[in-house]
């Protein structure tokens, strides 16, 4: 029997639960008087815990489905300088409503002239397809704060803040990096092909993730840069589906499958939770939009 010690004890809705460190380093979690293992270690059957897992410390789990359909805990919090560097800065400068509450102003975005130290014209110029990126962070007649505050205003109309929608992107990051710590990656095939996807709030979600060769340059003057895509998506229950049916009943088949695959699936990249949470961007309609509808959906944080 390995020995374990007590890191931490806090109470949490009224059920005490344990973070357990082994003498081999592993870690363990304990929920509801039951133990279990962190992530490498896995499990043929669905461990019984919330996913996501927040507990009182600031320390965060998601259960995570692998290739060979067994399941992980995985430790989805930042542990490195450089993760919380990325996943706690937001633009306290040009947007200090947002970063104090998560949601922009309306006021401090009608008069923002610069993001950055970049202008406005310079940044949808950048923005542009064909510029920065081939496919582009905006359409070609869309601007950077017409995206914005569109934006701004579906994010409160859905009750929610930019950085809780950033936060599930932010799990899928760490996930992915603890994996490349482990060399679980398939760098012959630059795929992250050990985890297939994961739990968010009862909701099974698909995640595939691949490596490039990197250099993709932000829009705007703050150093981020992209090497990784990912798609994460889910497949609608039924009562979602009858709903949206009986809701869209004027579309045609096709126009329905359109909406199901806009509301259901995202291709993003690492660099979209920062832009979230440092500046409430999803970028443009592009195939790369990171739809803030769609992210409350996937991860379950609202339902239709």
């Known amino acids: 029997m390995q020995t374990r010690k007590c890191l931490y004890l806090l109470p949490l809705c009224g059920v005490f639960w344990v973070i357990l460190g082994a003498s081999s380093g592993a870690e363990s979690l304990q929920w509801k008087n039951k133990s279990y293992d962190l992530y490498p270690a896995v499990y043929d059957h669905l461990p019984e815990l919330p996913s996501p897992l927040a507990t009182g410390d600031g320390k965060e789990f998601v259960i995570a489905l692998t290739n060979k359909n067994q399941y992980a ?17 937001s633009d306290t400068a040009d947007f200090p409503t947002l970063a104090r509450t998560g949601n922009h102003s309306k006021a401090e975005l009608r008069y ?10 310079e940044i949808t110029r950048l923005a542009r397809p064909g510029q920065l990126s081939t496919s582009g962070f905006l359409g070609a007649n869309e601007d950077i704060m017409s995206i914005l505050k569109a934006d701004n205003y579906i994010v409160r109309k859905l009750g929610i ?10 799990h899928v990051l760490n996930m992915m990096d603890i994996d490349l710590d482990l060399n679980h990656w398939n760098m012959a095939h630059h795929a992250w092909e050990h985890v297939v996807g994961l739990y968010s709030h009862g909701n099974r979600v698909r995640v595939e993730a691949h490596d490039t060769k990197g250099g993709q340059q932000s829009i705007f003057n703050d150093g981020i840069e992209g090497a990784f895509w990912i798609i994460i998506e889910r497949k609608l229950d039924q009562r979602e589906e009858r709903y949206l049916r009986k809701k ?22 690492e660099m979209e939770p920062q832009y979230i949470m440092r500046y409430g961007f999803y970028e443009g309609h592009t195939d790369w939009r990171t739809d ?10 609202k339902s239709v």
């Open 73 to 89: 805990i995985y430790p989805v919090h930042w542990q490195k300088d450089e993760q919380q560097k990325q996943q706690t800065v």
């Open 292 to 301: 803030p509808i769609a992210l409350t959906f996937i991860f379950g944080l």
């Open 248 to 269: 869209y009943s004027s579309l045609t088949q096709e126009q329905f499958i359109t909406l199901q695959k806009k509301l259901s699936s995202v291709m993003t990249s």
């Open 161 to 170: 803040s930019h950085f809780e929608l950033a936060k599930p992107l932010f």
């Open 112 to 121: 923002i002239k610069t993001i950055t130290g970049r202008p406005l014209d």
